[in-house]
């Protein structure tokens, strides 16, 4: 299986280059706060415009985005910024610094993954996939449905479609979190392929696919934006 992307993220200054860490995003917000060594701080002034350079290995050239400055705060050992950037671009980077040890993305949103979910010999109840990691997915259910799926106790079943017009996935995990989102119910799902036996290789490899897939759309999608001159609010 081929590795997914690394990325790296620098500030762009006159006369310098500054490696900094996410330490969070506001996806739709335009707003990314990152982690700045004390040593290696330039201690920017609030306003200050500067460019972000997003680095992914084996991606071609660094990707450039205009920010500013927002906020700072002072740390023991690292500084913070919060940066805001145009939407488009925050939005765009949230799948490559997720902070989790697998990275999660989004389906595309001109195509929409719908699936079908339930207890193992239980009811299937409808859903639609908000995000998938290699470790884990996201679906929404309407809440009415989860008396049906959760009367039941042990693991969820899950098949989706992860290429359009594609054979459904059949995949398998536990429920870890459980929220409600607007008037949809979010469930967390941690796989567990080794629950689906001899199939439990085809899940994993279909899931790295997608996510693998997800993220060199992005990666491009990200690329179009920043050189079309996507500025920050």
């Known amino acids: 299986m081929d590795p997914a992307p690394t990325p790296s993220l620098w500030m762009i200054l006159p006369g310098s280059i500054v490696p900094v860490g ?3 995003i506001s996806i ?3 707003v990314l706060q990152v ?10 002034a609030i306003a200050q415009r500067l460019d972000l350079a997003v680095h992914v290995d084996g991606r071609g050239a660094p990707l450039r985005a205009a920010a500013r400055v927002q906020s700072w ?3 023991k050992d690292h500084n913070l910024y919060t940066l805001r950037c145009a939407v488009q671009v925050v939005d765009g ?22 699936a079908f979910v339930c207890v193992e010999g239980g009811q299937l109840v409808p859903a639609e996939v908000t995000d998938v990691s290699r470790g ?4 929404e259910i309407a809440p009415d449905d989860e008396p049906t799926l959760l009367k039941g106790r042990g693991p969820l079943h899950l098949w989706v479609s992860l ?12 429920l870890r979190r459980r929220w409600l989102a607007g008037t949809r119910l979010r469930l967390g799902v941690q796989f567990d392929h080794a629950l689906l036996g001899e199939r439990a290789g085809t899940a994993g490899e279909a899931v790295h696919a997608f996510v693998h897939g997800r993220q060199i759309a992005m990666i491009a999608s990200l690329r179009q934006l920043t050189e079309g001159g996507a500025t920050a609010a």
Do not use: I, K, Q
């Open 22 to 24: 996410v330490a969070d």
């Open 136 to 139: 884990g997915m996201g679906v």
């Open 93 to 114: 980077m949230a799948s490559l610094f997720s902070g989790r040890r697998n990275v999660r993305v989004a389906p595309d949103p001109g195509e929409p993954l719908d």
């Open 28 to 30: 739709g917000e335009g």
């Open 163 to 174: 290429e359009p017009g594609g054979p459904a996935v059949e995949l398998a995990g536990h």
């Open 73 to 75: 705060s002072g740390g």
């Open 35 to 44: 982690r700045v060594a004390r040593e290696r701080d330039p201690l920017l």
